[in-house]
């Protein structure tokens, strides 16, 4: 166990479909992550949370919300997604914004939309 | 924007040689983070520098930072098996958010 967990580790979904991520981070840390990892390609950050106040969107579309309730937990609904969303979704968290200490990260949810 | 680059992008080694990997930034950075992804696993952190032309070592890694803080190598003495994976650089980025070089994947033959 890292101290960032993400469930569920391996989700198949329909285009049509609704779904959640869900990552809880133990580790009192103030800032949490979204990031895509898609092969071949880096790591793509998604959004950011700092002290549950969403400070960073990267342009993503609109079928990807997340939520963040409390310090410790972060969501991210997904709806109408395409195939070329199939990727590892992982979830990270930060002591502070800057992550100047280092990211913990989550085990990931390896999305497959069919 | 801030990018950090990585070479080589792919390394193929057998079991006992050494193996680098470089990581180059636009601008200077205030530190640089490197993690490693093994198959199949999510990236772990693995050490920061932060002072320029600083060596760390982790048994057989080691990091280093360059004098103008603009880039950083790790090497791996002697690979093992264990070590394969994905070898990720990161540093800060605008808005001081962490920007992750596209990583080098390493291979080791046994």
């Known amino acids: 166990e890292t101290g960032v967990t993400q469930t569920p580790r391996h989700l198949v979904m329909g285009m049509t479909n609704k779904k959640s991520l869900k990552c809880e981070q133990h580790?009192?840390?103030?800032?949490m992550y979204w990031y895509k990892q898609s092969a071949k390609k880096p790591l793509e950050l998604m959004f950011v949370y700092s002290l549950e106040e969403r400070v960073e969107n990267n342009s993503v579309p609109s079928r990807f919300s997340p939520e963040c309730p409390n310090s410790s937990h972060l969501f991210l609904h997904l709806h109408t997604l395409q195939p070329e969303d199939s990727a590892l979704y992982l979830c990270a968290s930060s002591q502070d914004p800057t992550g100047f200490y280092g990211y913990t990260f989550g085990s990931g949810t390896r999305l497959t939309v069919v | 924007g801030q990018q950090v680059m990585q070479i080589p992008q792919y390394q193929h080694v057998q079991e006992g040689e050494d193996f680098t990997t470089y990581c180059n930034s636009s601008?200077?950075?205030?530190?640089i983070q490197w993690y490693k992804q093994r198959p199949g696993g999510h990236p772990v952190f693995l050490i920061q520098l932060v002072k320029s032309g600083e060596v760390k070592k982790q048994k057989r890694l080691t990091f280093q930072f360059g004098e103008a803080k603009k880039n950083s190598s790790l090497h791996i003495t002697a690979t093992q098996t264990t070590d394969v994976g994905t070898y990720f650089c990161a540093g800060p980025g605008y808005g001081n958010k962490l920007v992750f070089g596209a990583g080098t994947i390493l291979r080791v033959k046994s």
């Open positions: 601008t200077t950075l205030s530190n």
């Open positions: 580790l009192g840390h103030n800032a």
